[in-house]
């Protein structure tokens, strides 16, 4: 009656109040017609999980010392004097539809990525192709760069003109013999699981793939990406079409060996 908290009826053996007028609360119907719990003298308190504490300084100090005794390349991570950190990990594409990028463009040289070129804006053609499966791509990154940040950078190294929104950053892990991907936040740090995980790609890798949401968006696909779409999947059609016609093809002939050795035969 004091707090006007509501529920389904069927929860309402459930709820648990810390009333602030004990004994003014009492089991009735809300105006929407919900019922009020009633109040309770054993009251169970949430306990909020606790975030654990940022690292200090002297901690990421000892764990870079860690992670680059273990380094066997020249990929070392180094600390700067702000407590930020820069080091570099390795990002697997494995992107099975095609992407779009301008057509009949150069390659970026040196000087458009240190001018920050944007030769995707010099021309309004577009293509698509496939990405070479399981490329790898180094990045050089700081402790403060996101995994949309990561994202955005890749997209623009290969200068891809797709929406970022269609592509998530995974973490692949090694257990037991099992392999397990999970998504990454927008907001994740890679380079902090970097340095947690150590210098070994075999403990943590880092995946590019389609931003599977269970539902594709179609609308955030543009004309000539649908149109190879429909493409790719009339040449799949096909293809199973011809597999299941070889399949019974193979089945007609067997059965027709068969019969015509049975003919002579007793019974």
């Given at each position: 009656a004091d707090c006007r908290y509501t529920c389904h009826q069927e929860c309402r053996s459930l709820i648990q109040l810390d009333c602030r007028r004990p004994g003014q609360c009492q089991s009735q119907l809300s105006p929407e017609g919900t019922l009020l719990p009633p109040c309770s003298q054993n009251v169970t308190q949430t306990v909020e999980e606790e975030k654990p504490e940022p690292p200090t300084i002297q901690e990421i100090k000892q764990k870079i010392e860690k992670y680059n005794a273990k380094v066997t390349n020249c990929l070392l991570m180094?600390?700067?004097?702000?407590?930020?950190?820069?080091?570099?990990?390795?990002?697997?594409?494995?992107?099975?539809?095609?992407?779009?990028?301008?057509?009949?463009?150069?390659?970026?040289?040196?000087?458009?990525?240190?001018?920050?070129?944007?030769?995707?804006?010099?021309?309004?053609?577009?293509?698509?192709?496939?990405?070479?499966?399981?490329?790898?791509?180094?990045?050089?990154?700081?402790?403060?760069?996101?995994?949309?940040?990561?994202?955005?950078?890749?997209?623009?190294?290969?200068?891809?003109?797709?929406?970022?929104?269609?592509?998530?950053?995974?973490?692949?892990?090694?257990?037991?013999?099992?392999?397990l991907l999970q998504k990454l936040p927008l907001t994740e740090c890679p380079l902090y699981l970097r340095l947690l995980a150590g210098p070994d790609t075999d403990v943590l890798s880092f995946v590019l793939k389609e931003n599977e949401t269970g539902e594709v968006e179609w609308d955030a696909f543009s004309i000539p990406e649908l149109q190879n779409f429909l493409m790719i999947l009339d040449k799949e059609e096909k293809d199973k079409i011809q597999q299941v016609q070889r399949k019974y093809e193979k089945f007609k002939q067997r059965l027709q060996q068969t019969l015509k050795e049975a003919r002579g035969k007793p019974g």
């Open positions: 180094k600390l700067n004097d702000d407590g930020t950190y820069t080091g570099f990990i390795k990002v697997h594409l494995k992107l099975r539809r095609p992407v779009t990028v301008p057509a009949g463009i150069r390659p970026q040289s040196i000087y458009d990525a240190l001018k920050e070129v944007n030769l995707a804006d010099m021309t309004d053609k577009r293509t698509s192709f496939y990405l070479p499966l399981d490329a790898i791509k180094q990045l050089h990154i700081s402790s403060t760069t996101t995994v949309s940040e990561v994202i955005q950078g890749l997209l623009k190294k290969f200068m891809v003109v797709d929406n970022p929104q269609k592509f998530a950053l995974f973490k692949e892990m090694r257990k037991d013999g099992q392999v």
